[in-house]
């Protein structure tokens, strides 16, 4: 066995984009305590696609669009920035040893909001800066920390913030804008959000799992003057809490009681609009095979639209008086966001799986870029098909840049998307490129419980989680290796949070069906992890097993990985974070203790961290150590 220790905090980001755009650079922030330092001598392409700056889809403020907020990791770290339209000036914001990335701005845009936690431990309060620089403090003095549950900024500068903590639950306040005391208007064992606040800031919404499903959401609109009950909105199906709702936003209009919902009454995500007052829900016929997510215009006359489908994703802008839709043209890839502005144009977060992400706007221009290296490109993604046992299977598939259409076969990492509730996209990522440029193909599956598929496809993950995943990515191995393009001697499966559970839980299932076996951040023994991890996670596994681990033993002992520890033959490697809410360390240790004792070829990596590091180095160590163990035991 080899444990090592490293340092890094955060929450990882939901992928890992580096962004390479054309237009000249703005000005450079101010430098950092932490500023980026790049290693001397030329760097492999690999480590360029994580080296190089990448900055988020900006934020702007309601009432002051000039004034922006966006993440980045110019310094090396994600933190927050502050962009001046106006001027061009940029400003950053947080600067701290683990980074920052949930913040909002007023809508005035004179203050930007940003939670501070402590070592990616998700637990913490709110602060605020104001825009043009100064100290920071306390935003929502009174409120004790907690882990966010969502926050809506209303005019005059109050706000309403979720907090969810283990011992209560669920709660939101009210947190006037004169500093006097916050006061509650929900409270609710079960995990639950803020959605958003109307126009005049008089209505909020909250997403609630009170039914104690806590994939499928029901809306509740209160008066934020004293809680008290407007409206709500719950789907069911034969009795049965089945279909989710969204809250995508109020009217931007003052005195518009419509609310932009999400909705699956059509076996995939679409938009309804409700008037929160009179009760009346209107379906815009939105003829689109995919998942639909949606906001309004500015003016409110229309909505834009994100298509995904397959995989892919696309822009649409639907008029409300004519109901027409019209495609607003866009790369072939992968939207990661995208919002409309004042003047009507759309700005888009976009890439794909060869070309590194750059903010862009539907009038051709590069929004927002961070200077310094560019990103190299990657190779472009294949799409497969696979019959399984719940239907046809999507898979991603890559080939090393070096190898031709017909090699093979080839070293092949399968890597396991998080979630579950997520997908694979042709969207850029610097993991699974990292792999290609070092000989391995790779094929990502985008098993049951992705979302992107319909409603069915992503409910599927019922009693015997983790084993359903399984099954489809076993399905899809047998085509990898029957097609020719893997070699069944050097497969290696591997995956973050979720995605690193069922890394864990394969490689005890199907022990001879992979070589090598890499889990970051994992679920290792899920009995103790439920005992560990946050309240609203607690409330997904009770949804996903149909009860607690007092409940449902069986079920849980049948999904856990410890259960097959003695059955796994293959290398394992695994990286945590010490403070990591979501995948805690005691069950970890608890896996890899069993290991130990049963003579198993493991490593251990450890870092002062919470779910991943937003720490450039960190995530780059990382990384290399992967690549080595995965050479060392298979080669390239």
């Known amino acids: 066995m080899n444990e090592t220790t490293g340092s890094a905090s955060g929450s990882a ?22 500023a980026r330092r790049e290693p001397p001598g030329p760097l492999p392409d690999w480590e360029k696609r994580y080296r190089a700056p990448r900055v988020g889809l900006p934020e702007w403020a309601e009432d002051a669009p000039d004034r922006n907020l966006y993440v980045s990791d110019a310094t090396g770290t994600f933190e927050l920035y502050a962009w001046d339209r106006a001027t061009g000036e940029r400003r950053q914001v947080t600067d701290r040893p683990n980074g920052t ?53 209303g005019v005059g500068g109050f ?39 109307s126009e005049d800031g008089t209505l909020v919404v909250i997403e609630h799992t009170e039914h104690g499903d806590a994939m499928h959401s029901a809306l509740r609109v209160l008066r934020v003057a004293d809680g008290s ?47 929160v007052m009179s009760g009346e829900q209107i379906l815009p016929e939105i003829d689109l095979p995919g998942d639909v997510q949606a906001e309004w215009y500015p003016d409110g006359s229309a909505l834009l639209l994100v298509h995904d489908f397959h995989a892919r994703s696309e822009l649409f802008r639907y008029d409300l008086a004519e109901g027409t839709l019209t495609a607003l043209e866009t790369p072939r890839g992968s939207v990661g966001g995208a919002t409309s502005r004042p003047d009507g144009t759309v700005e888009y977060l976009w890439s794909s799986a060869e070309r590194p992400p750059a903010v862009r706007s539907t009038t051709g221009a590069v929004v927002l870029e961070a200077p310094g290296l560019r990103a190299p490109d990657s190779v472009p993604v294949e799409d497969v098909w696979v019959e399984g046992p719940g239907g046809k299977i999507h898979a991603l598939v890559q080939r090393p840049p070096t190898a031709g259409p017909d090699a093979g076969p080839l070293p092949t990492v399968f890597e396991l998307h998080g979630g579950p509730t997520w997908h694979e996209s042709d969207s850029f990522a610097a993991g699974p490129a990292a792999w290609l440029d070092h000989g391995f193909a790779v094929v990502r599956v985008n098993y049951r419980g992705s979302t992107g598929y319909g409603r069915e496809w992503t409910d599927a993950l019922k009693h015997r989680v983790g084993l359903i995943e399984l099954e489809d990515i076993a399905a899809v191995r047998a085509w990898a290796v029957a097609s020719g393009l893997a070699d069944p001697a050097r497969l290696v499966l591997t995956g973050g949070s979720w ?12 022990p001879g069906d992979w070589a090598v076996g890499i889990a970051a951040v994992p679920v290792a023994d899920y009995p103790t992890a439920y005992a560990d991890e946050m309240e609203a996670l607690k409330s997904l596994d009770r949804t996903l097993f149909g009860g607690s681990p007092e409940e449902v033993p069986e079920r849980y002992r049948a999904s856990s990985p410890l259960t097959y520890v003695a059955e796994v033959t293959a290398p394992v490697y695994i990286s945590a974070g010490t403070n ?33 590091s937003l720490v450039v180095e960190e995530r780059i160590k990382q990384v290399r150590l992967e690549l080595a163990f995965a050479l060392r035991h298979v080669g390239g």
């Open 101 to 153: 990335t949930e913040g909002t701005l007023s809508r005035d845009g004179e203050w930007v909001w940003w939670f501070s936690d402590t070592d990616g431990d998700e637990f913490g309060v709110w602060m605020r800066q104001p825009f043009g620089g100064g100290e920071d403090v306390p935003a929502a003095p009174g409120l004790a920390p907690s882990y966010p549950a969502g926050i809506a900024l």
């Open 13 to 34: 980001p939901a992928s890992d984009p580096a962004p390479a755009v054309s237009a000249p650079p703005a000005a450079a922030a101010p430098p950092s305590p932490h």
């Open 229 to 275: 009950l407007v409206a709500e909105l719950d789907d069911t199906h034969g009795g049965r809490r089945e279909l989710g709702l969204d809250s995508w936003g109020f009217a931007p209009l003052p005195g518009d009681p419509r609310l932009l919902v999400g909705h699956q009454r059509s076996d995939r995500w679409l938009p309804l609009i409700w008037d």
């Open 499 to 510: 995605g690193g559970y069922l890394t864990l839980l394969g490689l005890g299932t199907q």
């Open 580 to 612: 990591d809410p979501r995948c805690p360390i005691r069950q970890i240790d608890n896996y890899v203790e069993r290991l130990r004792e049963l003579d198993k070829p493991h490593e251990v990596y450890r870092y002062d961290a919470g779910h991943g």
């Open 159 to 197: 706000a309403v913030v979720g907090r969810s903590t283990d011992d209560e639950g669920t709660t939101v306040h009210v947190v006037p804008p004169d500093g006097t005391q916050p006061y509650e208007i929900y409270r609710h064992e079960e995990s639950a959000g803020v959605g958003d606040l």
